[in-house]
């Protein structure tokens, strides 16, 4: 298939730091990777609990799961072509033992806090002995970096995003306020301090209160790709399904920047940190 992807397209996404390309996935397919992302769900509730969000990578679950769809969804004509019109001639999907499921947990409502992937996930000490302002500034405004998708197989509203917050490394004070207001152990709440009702709006005025952040829906088969540097979480709810595929159009320099530095990814004790040093 032939997937549209016109200079303003290109434009917005250099811009807004996402966009979306409507129904990739054909119906025929659509049935099968709904039915082996389930499988995926039900064994992440089963190896990781009822409020897990992610089955990550697939490739580990080879025997549990059938990948023969999933390799399909990387075949799919004209992809990445698509993804290359909006990036660079040298990007392509990340390979399908790569993929991630993500889905809604079982019990209970929670949300991610807001995050920009790699700076926020990384501890400060580490971060500056190993990449430091400037070298980061030069990788943060480098297009062929951090190019992450979502393609739901079912309706999905759980992302959000702040446009154009990717195209720069500093926060705004009303940005930093509002990461402050929460953490994530009131988030996920697991000591069920409140009811679910109270949790579910708890996390959904957390979510509106980030300025400019938008709530992006997408419709089974849409495929959103986006600048994971951006200001942007995930928010989930029992009653809502979801199974998404969630992966990345990669570059032979960004995989080997990944390779070099993953080591230095420690999200929960990043945010921890992010909170201690700014008063939270
Ligand atoms: O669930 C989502 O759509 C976003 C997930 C996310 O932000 C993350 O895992 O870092």
């Known amino acids: 298939m ?20 409507r129904g990739v996935i054909p119906a025929s397919l659509l049935g099968d990777l709904r039915r082996e992302a389930r499988k995926a769900r039900e064994l992440a509730y089963r190896l990781h609990g009822p409020q897990s969000q992610r089955l990550s990578p697939l490739g580990d679950h080879a025997g549990a799961v059938d990948l023969a769809p999933f390799r399909d969804f990387n075949a799919i004509a004209g992809l990445n072509e698509a993804v290359r019109q909006l990036t660079s001639p040298r990007h392509q999907l990340g390979s399908t033992e790569n993929i991630t499921v993500l889905f809604q947990p079982r019990d209970r409502p929670w949300s991610t806090e807001w995050h920009r992937d790699w700076r926020d996930h990384v501890l400060e000490a580490e971060f500056q002995a190993e990449i430091g302002e400037a070298w980061w500034q030069e990788i943060a405004n480098r297009p062929d970096f951090f190019n ?37 152990e ?16 708890y996390c959904l005025r957390y979510c509106q209160a980030m300025p400019g952040a938008v ?9 959103m790709l986006y600048r994971n540097l ?51």
């Not at 697991?190 to 009811?195: F, I, L, M, V």
């Not at 709530?215 to 495929?223: A, I, M």
């Not at 998404?244 to 390779?259: D, I, K, S």
């Open 2 to 21: 032939n997937f549209c992807v016109t200079e303003e397209d290109v434009r917005n996404y250099r811009e807004q730091g996402f966009h979306v390309i």
């Open 148 to 184: 992450q998708v979502n393609c739901p197989l079912f309706e999905d509203t759980s992302t959000w995003y702040v446009p154009g917050s990717h195209r720069r490394v500093t926060n705004s004070e009303a940005e930093m306020a509002v990461f402050r207001s929460s953490t994530q």
């Open 186 to 201: 009131e988030l996920r709440d697991e000591g069920h301090a409140r009811t679910n009702e109270e949790l579910e709006l």
């Open 215 to 223: 709530q992006v829906l997408l419709n089974p088969g849409d495929f």
């Open 230 to 280: 951006g200001w942007h979480l995930g928010n989930y709810v029992p009653y809502r399904e979801r199974l998404t595929l969630h992966t990345h159009a990669m570059t032979p320099e960004f995989r080997a920047f990944a390779t070099k530095y993953g080591h230095l990814l420690k999200p929960r004790e990043a945010s921890l940190e992010r909170h201690a040093k700014r008063g939270a």
